[in-house]
């Protein structure tokens, strides 16, 4: 009876934070009220009682929080905020030591705190290596690691590069899109070159979400571009 109680404060306990990592995931803003008390609600949880899932939704708590610091220009802020990061990361990996997505968010937690994109490439490795056909964690690795591109190794480098690729053919053409035009840009041609092994609607559909970006001289390898009358 005294475990099955304490079970049923655990999982009530992990269903707190679920649903918030899950809309963090989906895009949702928190306002500072809520994000104060979801940092409440960590602090007072007993880490270790928790399961491998409820700990990688506090380190992806923690990451928005990061995120949140990094903003507000406060300097002590943030070191605190990668400081709990670098916990949260370690102890999901623990109990999930094959998450792609905790290895990519390891290494952009490195990265971004040393501002050296070669910090913790073995964790962007790991995240391929985890998982490498997951869209939705993709979406998210592959402008992380174009962005550090002239600092990966040839793998690394051909991985993002063919990733780019599947995201394209796999019909997320607005994700590539801003990708290309953002952290892609310094090698929009490279990336672009990767597009032929495609079939020609793919290209076309990606082709027609690039055109919103206005990029002058950009053009999708087989596709004309469109010229207005």
Do not use: C
Request: hydrophobic share 45%.
């Amino acid at each position: 009876m005294a475990w099955s109680v304490s079970a049923i404060r655990i999982y009530r306990a992990e269903d707190i934070f679920a649903n918030p990592a899950l809309r963090i995931l989906g895009g949702d803003r928190f306002t500072p009220e809520q994000l104060g008390m979801l940092t409440r609600q960590i602090q007072a949880t007993p880490v270790a009682s928790l399961r491998p899932t409820a700990l990688s939704d506090i380190a992806t708590i923690r990451l928005r929080l990061v995120e949140v610091a990094l903003q507000s220009g406060n300097a002590q802020l943030a070191a605190a905020a990668f400081d709990n990061l670098k916990a949260a990361v370690a102890a999901a990996l623990d109990g999930t030591p094959t998450s792609s997505f905790m290895w990519l968010t390891d290494y952009w937690s490195r990265s971004v705190r040393s501002r050296n994109p070669a910090d913790g490439l073995k964790s962007l490795a790991m995240s391929y290596s985890e998982g490498p056909n997951e869209g939705w964690i993709a979406v998210r690795r592959n402008p992380v690691a174009l962005s550090a591109f002239p600092s990966l190794p040839d793998q690394l480098a051909n991985q993002a590069l063919n990733e780019f690729a599947r995201l394209v053919s796999s019909g997320f053409y607005a994700d590539a899109a801003n990708t290309l035009a953002g952290a892609g840009w310094p090698i929009h041609d490279k990336l672009l070159a990767r597009l032929t092994q495609l079939g020609e609607g793919a290209r076309r559909r990606f082709a027609k979400a690039l055109e919103a970006k206005d990029l002058n001289g950009v053009t999708v390898p087989g596709v004309e571009k469109q010229t207005s009358q």
